[in-house]
């Protein structure tokens, strides 16, 4: 294979060595020199494909720490109700009816309490009496169902909260049509196999997914996959030469079966990998539902809502220990970040391990300063996703200024010393483009931003070493994988507030050009 020589760049490698060069080399799928135009005159041949940059910004790759790809797909595939109020919402929805078969349910997702305070069953039975309408809220935690959905679940007032689960009721004791964390897993199951087993439905929704990433420089997912089927469909893809990311695939602790039968499937080490086993310690801020130390704004008895015991925290602890698997636990409220290092607190004996183990806690919006250090004596990585600045001011809602104010922690964290990644949660956040989500983390008004370069440094570096990846990819090193993106300008010195309006001119993967820009 010829080499391909990138030239005339502004190329950051956020190596140490190297910090900066105007030169880079692939041969192969490999990185084999970086460094002035001078040192490539050896690999320089009649078959060498040089690329002018123009002065262009090549940096590493972007990897989305932490995503749903095939729920992507979906969700893009279907109306976005985010920031719409109620009547916007039906007159969405009225358009997107036209487009279905009779009888077909409306399914649509971004909805949130600030634009729609008060959703009720009855205003989607007004226009809808006789058709499925399923709308997740934006985090996923939440539904709003109609009347006749709620009748195919045989949810009545007479209808149990499910352990663990909400189903709201109104002043009479009905059904709001609005459930909450377990309470509507059975819909989100239902469409999760629906997406992962019917084969064209998956082919469709993952293409749609990839499409969006190359567009965007996202050249690796740390990806919920949860289904075998699915991870053999991202093996195919591989096998055909038709992926264009690379994929690190994770189990959910409470589809066994399935854990079990993904955790033992034969993985490509660079392309489609086997990543953590994931679980919920507990819910949202917007769903009243993630744990915290002080009860939210307004209600003096609500902490929010573990998703799991602390008895079978303990064991699914003990468990990852035992077969040397690494955790990444969904913990949003301080609560939960507490209730999980207080769980550790219990395996001292096995420090060293759980260190080597690298847990991961996702998302960890709210921490409580104390236990900064206890997170990082342990090595515990952050994987956060800055898409959830996009509304400080729902947060002052639901949690009162002061915790508000010291949310999401970033800067915190990586003063305190703990290894930090950035990603999206894409569709649980409908933000996901990487320079919009770095734009956030650094122009937000408060001490917690942080610099350009540390911003790319955790879409990078950061999500590199949160799968074990930090000897092949994260940097633009010899030696490493060729996952690059080309920017139309340098987000480490160009003014903060023109992060977003950079654009993705290109995407390489594995030394090809993915994705290209027309303009």
Same mark, same amino acid.
């Given at each position: ?18 910090p900066r ?14 460094g002035?135009a001078?040192?490539a005159? +050896? ?5 060498s ?17 932490h ?12 109306p976005?109700? #985010? ?18 078969? +009779?009888?077909? @349910? ?30 997740f809220?934006?985090?996923?935690h ?13 949810i009545?007032?007479?209808? +149990? ?21 377990r309470?509507v897993?059975?819909?989100h ?7 992962n ?13 990839m ?15 949860w ?20 994929v @690190? ?7 066994k ?17 086997k990543g ?5 310690v ?5 769903s ?13 008895n ?14 699914v602890?003990?468990? #990852?220990?035992r077969?040397g ?30 260190? *080597?183990?690298?847990f ?7 921490? #409580?300063p104390? *236990?900064?250090?206890?997170?990082a ?5 952050l994987?956060v996703q800055?898409?959830?600045l ?10 009162g200024?002061?915790? #508000?104010?010291?949310a ?16 999206s949660?894409?569709?649980?956040e ?18 917690e ?11 990078t570096?950061? @999500? ?10 994260g ?15 340098d ?29």
């Amino acid at each position: 294979m010829s080499d391909i020589i990138f030239e005339n760049g502004n190329i950051v490698t956020l190596d140490e060595a190297i910090p900066r060069a105007d030169c880079l080399v692939i041969r192969d799928d490999r990185i084999a020199y970086v460094g002035g135009a001078d040192g490539a005159t +050896p690999y320089r041949t009649p078959r060498s494909e040089v690329i002018d940059l123009q002065g262009q910004t090549l940096v590493p790759g972007f990897n989305d720490n932490h995503l749903h790809a095939v729920s992507t797909g979906d969700y893009f595939s279907r109306p976005i109700l #985010a920031g719409l109020n109620p009547d916007q919402i039906i007159e969405k929805l009225k358009a997107a009816a036209k487009e279905l078969l +009779p009888g077909e @349910s409306i399914q649509g997702s971004g909805w949130d309490y600030p634009s729609c305070p008060n959703p009720h069953r009855k205003l989607l039975d007004r226009h809808f009496p006789n058709r499925s309408v399923i709308l997740f809220q934006y985090s996923g935690h939440s539904a709003w169902l109609n009347s006749y959905h709620l009748k195919k679940l045989k949810i009545s007032s007479r209808t +149990p909260d499910p352990p663990g689960g909400i189903i709201e009721r109104d002043s009479s004791g009905e059904p709001t049509g609005i459930l909450k964390e377990r309470a509507v897993y059975p819909i989100h199951y239902r469409r999760l196999i629906e997406m992962n087993l019917k084969n064209k439905l998956r082919t469709r929704l993952f293409d749609k997914a990839m499409a969006l990433f190359r567009e965007n420089g996202i050249t690796s997912i740390q990806d919920n996959t949860w289904i075998p089927f699915t991870v053999n469909h991202y093996k195919r893809l591989h096998k055909k030469g038709e992926l264009t990311t690379r994929v @690190s695939c994770w189990s959910y602790g409470k589809l066994k079966l399935a854990r079990f039968w993904l955790e033992h499937l034969q993985f490509d080490p660079l392309w489609v990998r086997k990543g953590p086993r994931k679980y919920f310690v507990d819910g949202t801020f917007s769903s009243r539902t993630a744990m915290l130390t002080e009860p939210y704004r307004g209600e003096p008895n609500n902490y929010g809502l573990p998703s799991i015991a602390p008895q079978n925290l303990y064991h699914v602890i003990q468990t #990852a220990i035992r077969q040397g698997r690494q955790l990444a636990l969904h913990a949003i409220g301080d609560g939960a970040i507490r209730e999980f290092l207080n769980t550790l607190e219990n395996f001292k004996d096995d420090r060293r391990r759980v260190r *080597d183990l690298r847990f991961r806690l996702e998302h960890a919006q709210l921490i #409580a300063p104390e *236990d900064l250090p206890r997170l990082a004596d342990w090595g515990i990585l952050l994987a956060v996703q800055p898409s959830a600045l996009i509304d400080l001011k729902k947060d002052r809602g639901l949690l009162g200024e002061e915790r #508000a104010n010291r949310a999401y922690p970033h800067q915190s964290i990586l003063k305190a010393g703990i290894s930090l990644s950035f990603g999206s949660d894409v569709p649980g956040e409908s933000t996901f483009k990487p320079l919009e989500l770095m734009h956030l983390a650094v122009n937000r008004n408060s001490i917690e931003n942080v610099t350009p370069l540390q911003a790319l440094c955790a879409y990078t570096k950061g @999500s590199a070493h949160a799968e074990f990846m930090e000897s092949e990819k994260g940097t633009l090193s010899p030696g490493k994988l060729a996952d690059g993106v080309v920017l139309t300008e340098d987000p480490t010195t160009c003014p903060p507030d023109r992060i977003k309006d950079i654009r993705v001119a290109a995407t390489i993967v594995g030394g090809k050009m993915v994705f290209r820009s027309e303009t």
